[in-house]
């Protein structure tokens, strides 16, 4: 993932509706599983973060800002194909 991360453009921390992204992430809430490094379509956007349709659980998922752990990097739709099969996914427990 850390080769991935240097190789892509940084974008803005907000993410747009309907964009690609993939970003570093460590859940707060106590006793759930969650995946450090989603690829995204994002959904909608609001005041503490943002939801998206995360490839690796294939369901959409909440993101709070405050547990976002690096940039949020926006993906064009070639490389978003691409990284859909490339086992990103690392999953861990609260």
Known sequence: MNILLASL????IVPMPNKYY????KAKTPRIT???????????????????LNVHWGTI?????????SNVYELSEEEFT??????LAKFATT
């Open 9 to 12: 453009d940084r974008s803005t």
């Open 61 to 69: 998922r909440q993101y709070s800002f405050g547990e976002v752990r």
């Open 34 to 52: 969650y995946d450090m490094y989603p690829l995204i379509l994002c959904g909608s956007i609001y005041s503490g973060g943002f939801n998206g």
């Open 82 to 87: 691409a990284l859909q099969n490339v086992p």
């Open 22 to 25: 993939t970003f570093v992430y």
